[in-house]
């Protein structure tokens, strides 16, 4: 044990990062240097919402957690079986860096990227935007009409 060489996430390689953080997207819904409570050195005011992913008999539904942002500055995309949300949260006041005891929120811009695990129509697609969740709502698609031999008597 005495050994064993502690290494700061910083000191990762630059090519270790990148895998880490879309790792943690996956999984916990936030990339490495979120998870950590950190900004990833260079990047500054990123952040990504959390987000619940659910389908109903007929539905899918997606909900994500935008506090602070205002419902003109998100943008919902939908292609295929990929939904993005983009936003951005804005600063609400400056404050002189020497009077922060601690700094934890984080603002600007952000791309979510959700991969649905089935077929929507896209025609569908409705969102509504209440008390800082985001809620999008899409029927799914049934299964592809695949023909039918017609037998002659």
Request: proline share 7%; with cysteine.
């Amino acid at each position: 044990m005495a050994d064993m060489i502690r290494r700061s996430p910083r000191s990762l390689s630059p090519r270790v990062l990148p895998e880490l953080d879309e790792l943690f997207r996956e999984f916990w819904g936030r990339p490495f240097w979120g998870a950590l409570g950190r900004e990833r050195p260079g990047e500054s005011g990123k952040w990504a919402p959390q987000v619940d992913l659910y389908e109903t008999d007929t539905e899918l539904v997606v909900k994500a957690e935008l506090p602070g942002v205002s419902r003109e500055n998100i943008e919902i995309l939908c292609e295929g079986r990929n939904l993005a949300i983009r936003a951005e949260r804005k600063k609400d006041e400056e404050v002189a860096d020497e009077g922060y005891y601690r700094r934890e929120r984080v603002f600007g811009q952000f791309e979510r990227l959700v991969q649905l695990p089935v077929d929507i129509d896209e025609e569908t697609v409705k969102a509504k935007f209440e008390g800082g969740v985001l809620e999008v709502r899409a029927a799914k698609k049934g299964p592809e009409p695949k023909g039918r031999k017609i037998e002659v008597i």
